[in-house]
């Protein structure tokens, strides 16, 4: 029998509560998460046992991390792992959360906002400085500038998607929920005008057309890799 097993994350900016609650109904089962793993957790084998799960996002120094996770040990709340600046730990039904009031949480979801910031912006440049040279060029250079294009949006796109809607969930907690609404159906909004240019726009050209492609493969190809991925460990789990 196997001794490990991998599950699907639903994305913490778009699941996190699902997610957590999805672990502790493996802890019932005897899986216990070891590590972040790509797109999703790694699970070991254990005795079965009731466990919460809860995460905390926050950069850390090496200075730092003793006192921080000593801080939750303390609280009772055990380290699991770590990916980056996501923090997930575990604990007995019954202990006090981690985040107990609005300010508290507010913080916590822009320590989340900070790190994905970082990592969009210089993305998001470097993808339209791509985007605008390609379209200025010509011959070998534009056909490598485009390739390079289509990379990178296929990139951005998922990447910016994931900021929305975590500054999204940070609105809503702050209790400017109509802003966070709409924060959360911009990428849909993106997504319909992207269709309606690629089946109805007339004479766009070749370089429109290829970028509203990639905006809308950036957002179907992450899904479809999430349910491939998804399908595919839920037969190896059966087959194990």
């Known amino acids: 029998m196997r001794q490990t097993k991998y599950i699907t994350s639903g994305g913490l900016a778009f699941s996190e509560k699902k997610d957590m609650e999805k672990l502790r109904s493996y802890s019932f089962k005897g899986w216990h998460v070891s590590k972040f793993t790509f797109m999703g957790y790694t699970l070991e084998k254990g005795v079965s046992s009731d466990y919460i799960y809860s995460l905390d996002y926050r950069w850390l120094n090496d200075d730092d991390e003793e006192e921080y996770f000593e801080f939750f040990s303390s609280a009772g709340w055990s380290h699991v792992t770590s990916e980056g600046n996501i923090h997930l730990f575990r604990a007995h039904p019954g202990t006090k959360p981690i985040y107990t009031d609005r300010e508290t949480t507010v913080e916590k979801y822009e320590n989340s906002t900070v790190g994905m910031l970082k990592f969009a912006i210089p993305l998001v440049l470097i993808t339209a400085l791509v985007w605008v040279v390609a379209m200025i060029v010509s ?21 910016v998607w994931t900021v929305i809607t975590a500054y999204s969930n940070k609105w809503k907690v702050e209790g400017r929920r109509g802003l966070g609404n709409l924060g959360k159906t911009i990428p849909f909004l993106f997504l ?6 690629l089946l109805f726009g007339v004479g766009t050209g070749a ?12 957002i179907a190809l992450p899904t479809a890799i999430w349910l491939i991925m998804s399908l595919y460990h839920k037969i190896g789990g059966k087959r194990g």
Do not use: H, N, R, W
């Not at 319909?192 to 240019?197: K, S």
């Not at 370089?207 to 493969?217: A, C, E, K, Q």
């Open 192 to 197: 319909l005008i992207a269709v309606i240019i």
């Open 207 to 218: 370089t429109v057309d290829i970028l509203t492609s990639m905006m809308i493969g950036g």
């Open 139 to 159: 011959g070998t250079l534009k056909s490598i500038l485009l390739v390079a294009a289509v990379i990178l949006s296929a990139i951005v796109v998922p990447t």
